[in-house]
């Protein structure tokens, strides 16, 4: 089935470091896939999306990258913020299944003065 | 403006009772879907529905219920069944049902306990 992979946090940056969070995933067709974030109490909000291979979503200074041929969707910001701590899931939605994503676990990003 | 009312937004229970928990959209989204969050796990797919009158199980269907009698309202009913229903519970909408590459929309969640 599919399944998304995340890097474990969490991940601890000073503000205005370099941010790359991993994603890779497994599944049997050509999925769409997302990058969603989540503030502590509250439910998870869009972050950015590709659709196809080798399409880049971007949204406020995050950037993800859809590679087909090493299975992976890796979130990228060059400069952090204190702002952007939050926890991070990556997801996968199946073509022609037209209804479930599927979630990876999560990755907790900390960012500090 | 549209969006996902979850309410209410923390939820107290006794054990053995049931509880239902609410979620209306005004989205005019046709796919709506439960989840479950609890640490370390991700999220976890309870039940979905595509349209109105149907409704599919997903991964952790077990202990609950749902149903969808209104486009706008999928409510998830937490049974006495459920071993360990202390969690975060998300709803979410998405337009479809043919729609892969649409974005879920979620609600701010609600927080369960159960003791």
């Known amino acids: 089935g599919d399944s998304v992979t995340q890097m474990e946090g969490p991940v601890t940056l000073s503000e205005e470091a370099f941010l790359t969070i991993n994603c890779t995933y497994t599944?049997?067709?050509?999925?769409?896939l997302f990058w969603y974030v989540q503030y502590p109490g509250e439910g998870l909000q869009l972050l950015l999306k590709?659709?196809?291979?080798?399409d880049k979503g971007s949204n406020k200074g995050f950037e993800a990258t859809y590679r087909k041929e090493t299975t992976s969707f890796h979130l990228e910001k060059g400069s952090v913020q204190v702002s952007d701590s939050a926890v991070y899931f990556c997801?996968?939605?199946?073509?022609?299944?037209?209804?479930?994503?599927?979630f990876g676990t999560g990755t907790r990003l900390q960012v500090t003065l | 403006d549209g969006g996902i009312t979850q309410s209410p937004k923390y939820l107290f229970r006794k054990e053995g009772q049931n509880v239902t928990l609410s979620c209306e959209q005004n989205?005019?989204?046709?796919?709506m879907y439960w989840y479950r969050q609890d640490p370390g796990q991700g999220l976890r797919l309870i039940y979905y529905s595509q349209i109105v009158n149907d409704f599919q199980k997903g991964d952790i269907a077990e202990g609950y219920s749902v149903s969808r009698e209104k486009k706008e309202s999928f409510p998830l009913t937490v049974t006495s069944a459920q071993k360990n229903p202390t969690a975060f519970y998300l709803c979410?909408?998405?337009?479809?049902?043919?729609?892969?590459?649409?974005?879920?929309?979620f609600g701010n969640g609600t927080r369960l306990t159960v003791t």
């Open positions: 989205l005019n989204h046709d796919a």
């Open positions: 979410a909408s998405r337009e479809g049902p043919q729609v892969n590459n649409s974005p879920l929309h």
């Open positions: 997801a996968l939605s199946e073509t022609g299944t037209a209804s479930k994503l599927t």
């Open positions: 590709a659709t196809k291979a080798d």
């Open positions: 599944a049997t067709g050509y999925p769409s």
